[in-house]
């Protein structure tokens, strides 16, 4: 057979190591006690600015400050996330006394991703504020991010999401936090947006908080994709808003898994523009939750179809503004005397009339599943 030798670059296994930067080679211990933050530090640091792999082999790294990743491309390996915080097998980055501060800060990187490591606070000394993860641009932004098997869990607030394009999360697991919110898209006035974030098979729970959000675009946080993705136990499971008066959220799309187990609205649509929702299982657990709140100064429009709502308490679905299209849904109250499952065929909003329509006769009370406010014309 002919030689193909001269299609290769021929290099050693020193300059291929090179490539990538174990922290352990730096001093990193990963035995749980000892602090390891200078060496991984110092291990980032090193790292040119063409980039490389921050590899962290199997044990538990304890943090006790800011982890800081400005201005290059660093790709962060471990070896599996485990099941728990708690976990002995896999790589942790276990942020430990870290008061307020941030756990993780990535500012300006391009095409950097996270694998197989799980991130952490820990349970004897948890973080009081600030997030686990930021991803910030206070120049240029950050563009191309890939997270695959990462857990976040155990913090404040899970991950900040700001000045930056193209986030995308595969299986991975955001759970048991106490703060605002577990992740929050924008959050800080334009031109601070964060554009086509894509979560694909995640479980986003705030799991032993009741008055913590799941996820808030507050704010430009553009074209957002959910796949396959449940989101429970918590508050309010998908909020959008617009806190800083500049754009507000545009297009969210969510397809499959879907909503269960929160104390309060499982889909909050303040503001926003383009809201659509298919094959997805919506939930609540607590009497005042609703399925679906729609705020009088949302002003966007919404498509439901192919969904399934169960409405654990009376709040069903609640319209204050939106062209709203709801069709094909089946629709079922549990706290119903007897459970009736109906579909509603339509929902409009034009120059002040609302008209909803159901495919058969729903025999619920007034406010029981679908409430209507803020209409001076007539209701049919």
């Known amino acids: 057979f002919p030689s193909h030798d001269s299609q290769y670059i021929k290099r050693t296994v020193e300059s291929k190591l090179r490539d990538t930067f174990n922290v352990k080679d730096f001093g990193a211990t990963g035995n749980g006690t ?107 932004g950050w563009y191309h991010v890939t997270w695959l098997n990462v857990m976040l869990a155990g913090g404040h607030n899970g991950a900040w999401f700001k000045n930056g394009f193209f986030y995308h999360a595969y299986s991975c697991i955001y759970k048991t936090f106490t703060g605002d919110q577990v992740l929050l898209l924008n959050g800080v006035s334009d031109p601070n947006d964060a554009q086509t974030l894509t979560f694909v098979n995640c479980n986003i729970a705030a799991e032993t908080s009741t008055t913590t959000d799941l996820v808030v675009l507050d704010g430009f ?94 709040g069903g679905i609640w319209l204050e503004d939106g062209n709203t299209v709801i069709s094909g849904n089946t629709i079922v109250n549990n706290n119903a005397p007897t459970t009736t499952t109906f579909s509603i065929s339509n929902v409009t909003n034009s120059s002040g009339l609302i008209r909803v329509t159901t495919s058969s006769a729903h025999h619920f009370e007034t406010n029981d599943l679908v409430t209507i406010k803020n209409v001076t014309e007539t209701i049919s």
């Open 34 to 140: 000892t602090d390891d933050t200078v060496a991984i530090q110092n291990a980032i640091d090193s790292i040119p600015s063409s980039g490389g792999i921050l590899f962290f082999p199997g044990g538990r790294y304890k943090v006790t400050s800011t982890l800081n990743v400005q201005n290059k491309c660093v790709s962060i390996q471990g070896t599996g996330s485990g099941q728990a915080v708690s976990s002995t097998s896999g790589s942790f980055l276990v942020f430990t006394g870290i008061g307020s501060s941030n756990g993780l800060v990535f500012d300006n990187v391009d095409g950097h991703s996270i694998s197989d490591i799980a991130i952490v606070g820990s349970s004897s000394s948890p973080p009081t504020g600030g997030y686990l993860v930021v991803y910030q641009g206070t120049s240029s």
């Open 221 to 314: 946080a553009a074209s957002t994709k959910f796949h396959g993705c449940s989101l429970l136990f918590g508050r309010h499971s998908l909020v959008q808003k617009n806190s800083y008066g500049g754009k507000a959220p545009g297009f969210t799309y969510f397809s499959g898994g879907g909503f269960e187990n929160g104390e309060g609205d499982a889909i909050r649509l303040e503001a926003g523009d383009h809201f659509l929702m298919s094959n997805a299982y919506v939930s609540t657990d607590a009497d005042l939750g609703r399925l679906l709140y729609v705020g009088p100064s949302f002003g966007g429009e919404i498509t439901l179809s192919g969904n399934y709502l169960r409405g654990g308490g009376r």
